[in-house]
């Protein structure tokens, strides 16, 4: 997979990036999703704070140039065939996308990306995206499933959010 560049942007949706869009973003609305990130953290807590922004504001942002404004969390496939909705998997690799473009430009300076994680219930699957603090090699995962689109995502750590028993999807660990 080719590295993406923030003036077009592969966005997958319909389950299972079932559907993908290539989204246009504006110099002026690129700038306004980094503006979170710009200004080097202090502390890798406060980093992911801000990459927690970030990452919200992105969807609001890429919804407005296709179907991914109607997306409403906690959806699963079975109970919402909207254009535009997204599962776990949508959202993972939407999120590591966005991830990857602020890597990329250099604004990420206590966390590297790394590849999504899936935990495994007993009756099912979720997957998120995954950062890792640098200097400690601390795991967190970003999770934007569980909210509407633009909304704040879950970070916490990885083995939090893996601590699952049943409906590993339904399951907000945050």
């Not at 966005?11 to 002026?28: A, E, P, R």
């Not at 603090?133 to 893996?162: A, C, K």
Request: glycine share 6%; with cysteine; net charge negative.
């Amino acid at each position: 997979m080719s590295q993406p560049i923030y003036e077009q942007i592969s966005v997958c949706h319909g389950f299972g990036c079932k559907f993908s869009s290539t989204i246009s973003l504006s110099d002026k609305e690129w700038k306004s999703v980094i503006g979170w990130l710009k200004t080097v953290a202090p502390d890798a807590e406060t980093e992911r704070s801000n990459i927690r922004q970030a990452i919200g504001w992105m969807e609001v942002i890429v919804g407005r140039h296709g179907p991914g404004r109607q997306d409403k969390g906690l959806d699963l496939q079975y109970s919402n065939t909207k254009i535009g909705q997204m599962d776990c998997i949508d959202e993972s690799t939407n999120t590591t996308t966005y991830l990857k473009l602020f890597e990329k430009d250099a604004l990420l300076h206590w966390h590297r990306v790394i590849d999504t994680i899936q935990r495994r219930g007993v009756i099912d699957a979720h997957w998120a995206s995954q950062i890792e603090e640098i200097y400690t090699g601390e795991r967190y995962v970003i999770d934007s499933w569980f909210h509407d689109n633009g909304m704040l995502p879950n970070i916490q750590t990885t083995e939090d959010w893996s601590e699952v028993q049943l409906f590993s999807a339904q399951r907000d660990n945050s």
